[in-house]
């Protein structure tokens, strides 16, 4: 029974088991792919081979997937037109349902447009110019980074150790010059700039590229930015060794396109390229990529001797293809109930779907995809694989050594999280630079310009290649304060100053220091910093001791108006007091001669205090108080500027006025090579013919010596040489007229270079240094401290007098003025009071007003007996009187005799005056 059993269960399995298999075979849908390659290159042929081990690797991995990629290669040949024909072959009569590539960029944007037409996915890894965007085209996928994304963590590196210039060396290709454009924006973001860009066509022999090597060379650049592909690169790179352009000094930098990544191009390329720095995208060392870099080198020469390693480009390509098979599988499960067929009787592609859109949705499945691969996270951004790290790598004995990574969140950093740092010595690890030196290679050796000097050796002084002086300093103090070396070298130049800075704009110089002034027509083909002199323009004159001999300087204490106004207020107080005491004081009275000169003399007197008459009313006090405090402020006032001018030596400038120059026609001196000459021909309109071209201090004071026959009467310079003169010599000339404006010296680089914004803060750092500037000006400027010191220029030369005013004295005139009208009017006051009957008599009386009013001034003139004076003068005589009457009757007949004489001619007197 039990063997029974077993025989029936031995029936079953050989009848129905082949029958099973057979039922359960599984049934796949062959998918065709085109892919367009140049096949001769070493990309194209690493490329090929990444695709075939990444199909057998897909499909090993997921055996259960329902849908087969397979692929009809074509070759494009390195030609566009052959990319193209073979792109429309595939899609017409291949009937592809994508195709891989091609492999340039200028290949790429031709067949791009024919997947746009016929709805058929184009899915390149190795078109990465900027130009080509899927924005743009809606069926063109990058399996890769655009070459764009680099740019910032160049740049960054260039702003990092603060290089100015950066000279772009690329390709005459799609993929060189996509990137240009880019490269110069980031760069002027970081304050750089490219003065010179260099295209090299891929067909170029090695003569042409040596002969433009030799022209960089003479540039006297140093740093350069290579953007080519592996092919030209290498050679290229061969032959910047060869012309001496890999030693110390040098900088270069590559882009993505020249890194090796994880396998040499080759040790003799490797070689020229060392310490060469560059940026590539961040791939993780996977346990995966290993392994996959192991079976690679296992059979490199298998399929084709083109195959030199791998790259980043293979990386991409083994991607795309997981990608592409990934998204037909979700494409064709989608439809699978009307895809079943026999793999082994029948090749099918995605159009028996029936639904007439198979590129969009295949597009679409693509464009969704998500997941880890060889070359990290495979996730695309508006139709292209999204950047986010990059390495900074150092080519250095055969090797690349990661010195730092950018993420575009931190920037720079040493450490791959690492926080970003400002101190690029921080940032990143030390490179080895070409010629195995750690010292940071400069911008670029700077040309720069001198102009030769022959005089005011001072300010700058050119003298077996080096330069001293003043300008020199500051250049030397700043230039140690900027925040990275600059090299350069001097020459010397023989000619205007507008002439050597017109250099700079022919390039023949990168900069000029000197003592050159920054003005508006310069500004137009140079840039200059910030000024470190005062400006301005003035005028230089001989002066003139002109008042120790004047014939009248006693008259110049006080002016013309003052002296009037002083006379009239002498006059005036003389008056009032001779009124006031006319009535009452016998010194003021008498023949009219007598009180006229008592009215000049009275007043004038009082100068030196020489009066001696006394006043007896109370109100001529009053006003002589106030009189004689207005003498002695005048007094005083005048004999302290009359003292000034006979003691004090007063130099007056012999011209004051550059018009009064011009009309008389006289000849003006200005420094020689200076812009001051077609300042005066253009603004001033002087005439060629009356300017003394001048060069050294000497010269500048024979041509204002006073009998020189080439004499001139004025010098035109800037501020800062005129100062300088007169520092030496203030006792002879002086600075008059008007300070034309101008900006000061300062030094010059070409337009637009970034130089002028650091130079700038570094003048600016050393002007305001005090101390510095003290011990630099002290050293071009006091050595001739020697001799006897000048005193203030404004506070002794002048071109006004220095006479006094009325204005300054006005107050004092205003009091003793209303002083004297008050008590004027108090006294007519109280004379209208007192003798208002007999006035009152003569103005009721029929006589004319002149009548009146000489009878009105006949009544002030006579005696006001009720005076003090009179009345003690009256008690005076009485106490003379003898008291034995009959003895003093004849003496006192004789004198009342004799006085009734002496009163009637004294009444005669009167009665004459009134």
């Known amino acids: 029974m039990a063997n029974q059993k077993h025989f029936l269960w031995f029936i079953f399995i050989v009848l129905f088991i082949p029958g099973i298999e057979l039922s359960t075979t599984k049934e796949v849908i062959q998918v065709p792919v085109g892919v367009v390659l140049n096949l001769n290159s070493s990309v194209g042929a690493m490329a090929e081979n990444c695709m075939t081990m990444a199909l057998d690797d897909f499909y090993t991995k997921h055996a259960h997937y329902q849908t087969r990629l397979f692929f009809l290669t074509r070759d494009s040949k390195n030609d566009v037109v052959s990319a193209a024909f073979e792109a429309q072959h595939l899609i017409n009569i291949e009937n592809v349902s994508a195709i891989i590539g091609p492999q340039s960029s200028a290949e790429a944007k031709f067949v791009i447009e024919l997947g746009r037409r016929n709805h058929v996915p184009i899915l390149s890894f190795s078109a990465t110019s900027p130009s080509l965007s899927p924005s743009h085209s809606s069926f063109f996928v990058r399996t890769a980074f655009s070459d764009s994304a680099q740019v910032e963590a160049i740049a960054a590196i260039v702003g990092a150790y603060r290089w100015l210039e950066v000279v772009l060396i690329y390709e005459d290709t799609e993929y060189g010059n996509s990137l240009i454009p880019y490269l110069v924006d980031a760069f002027q973001q970081v304050g750089a700039r490219v003065p010179y860009r260099s295209v090299i066509p891929p067909h170029y022999n090695g003569t042409k590229i040596l002969k433009e090597l030799d022209h960089l060379k003479s540039t006297r650049a140093r740093i350069f930015l290579v953007h080519m592909t592996a092919s030209l690169g290498s050679k290229f790179f061969f032959l910047a060794s060869k012309a001496g352009m890999m030693t110390e000094g040098y900088g270069w930098i590559v882009t993505e396109g020249l890194s090796t990544l994880l396998d040499p191009v080759g040790s003799r390329t490797m070689d020229s390229m060392q310490g060469v720095v560059g940026v590539r995208p961040y791939i993780t060392m996977s346990k995966e990529l290993k392994d996959f870099v192991l079976r690679m080198k296992r059979f490199r020469f298998r399929k084709s001797s083109k195959i030199t390693g791998i790259n980043l480009f293979g990386l991409w390509a083994y991607d795309t293809v997981w990608a592409l098979a990934m998204a037909v599988e979700k494409v064709g499960i989608a439809n699978y109930s009307t895809m079943i067929q026999n793999v082994s009787t029948s090749r099918v592609d995605l159009a028996s779907l029936g639904t007439g859109d198979r590129g969009q949705k295949l597009l679409e499945a693509i464009l969704d995809l998500k997941f880890e691969n060889l070359s990290g996270n495979f996730r695309l951004a508006k139709g292209q694989l999204e950047a986010s790290t990059f390495e900074v790598f150092n080519v250095i004995g055969g090797k690349e050594r990661i010195i730092g990574y950018w993420n575009q969140m931190k920037g720079l950093s040493r450490k791959l999280n690492g926080a970003a740092k400002l101190d690029v010595r921080k940032t990143l690890e030390k490179p080895i630079w070409p010629g195995y030196t750690t010292d940071i290679p400069p911008t670029k050796k700077l040309r720069i310009g001198v102009p030769l000097k022959k005089g005011f050796y001072e300010f700058l002084k050119f003298e077996n ?117 006319h009535r009452e004081n016998t010194e003021f009275r008498g023949p009219p001669q007598k009180q006229l000169g008592m009215i000049f003399w009275f007043s004038f007197s009082t100068l030196v205090f020489a009066h001696r008459e006394k006043v007896v009313n109370n109100w001529s006090r009053f006003v002589l108080i106030i009189w004689v405090f207005v003498v002695l402020i005048l007094t005083q006032s005048y004999t302290a500027s009359l003292a000034s001018m006979l003691t004090v030596r007063k130099l007056q400038p012999a011209f004051t006025d550059i018009k009064e120059i011009q009309r008389n026609g006289y000849k003006v001196g200005y420094q020689n090579s200076s812009f001051i000459k077609g300042f005066l021909m253009e603004h001033l309109n002087f005439d060629e013919t009356q300017l003394v071209p001048l060069v050294t201090i000497q010269d500048y004071h024979n041509a204002l010596s006073r009998g020189n026959k080439n004499r001139v009467p004025a010098i035109l310079d800037e501020v800062p040489y005129l100062k300088l003169i007169l520092k030496k010599n203030c006792s002879k000339y002086t600075m008059v007229g008007p300070t034309y404006k101008t900006d000061g010296f300062g030094f010059a680089f070409q337009s637009g270079s970034s130089l002028v914004s650091y130079m700038s803060s570094a003048i600016l750092n050393v002007t305001q240094d005090k101390n510095q500037m003290d011990k630099l000006q002290s050293t071009y400027f006091d050595y001739f401290d020697n001799q006897p010191a000048c005193e203030d220029q404004s506070a002794k030369i002048s071109s006004e007098g220095p006479s006094l ?82 003895l003093a009757a004849a003496p006192a007949a004789n004198d009342m005799q004799n006085n009734s004489c002496s009163r009637n001619s004294h009444n005669s007197g009167e009665q004459s005056w009134t």
């Open 465 to 581: 290649n080096n330069i001293s002086g003043f300008s020199a300093e500051i250049f030397f103090a700043a230039e140690k304060k900027l925040p990275f070396s600059l090299s350069y070298e001097f020459s010397a130049f023989a000619g205007t100053y507008d002439d050597l800075l017109y250099q700079i704009h022919l390039q023949k110089y990168d900069a000029v220091v000197g003592d050159t002034t920054i003005v508006a027509d310069r500004s137009l083909y140079v840039d200059f910093t910030l000024p470190y002199s005062e400006s301005g323009v003035s005028m230089i004159v001989l002066t003139e001791d002109s008042e120790r001999n004047n014939l009248w300087i006693f008259l110049k204490p006080l002016s013309l108006g003052l002296w009037l106004t002083t006379g009239v207020a002498f006059i005036f107080t003389g008056f009032v007091i001779w009124l006031l005491e």
């Open 805 to 886: 005013g009325v204005y300054s004295f006005g107050g004092l005139f205003i009091i003793a003025g209303v002083a004297s009208m008050v008590a004027l009017l108090m006294y007519m006051y109280h004379f209208l009071c007192s003798h208002w009957p007999a006035l009152r008599t003569i103005s009721s009386s029929e006589s004319r007003f002149w009548e009146k009013l000489v009878e009105v001034a006949k009544h002030f003139d006579k005696k006001d007996l009720t005076s003090h004076q009179f009345k003690r003068r009256e008690s005076r005589v009485h106490a003379l009187d003898t008291p034995d009457e009959g």
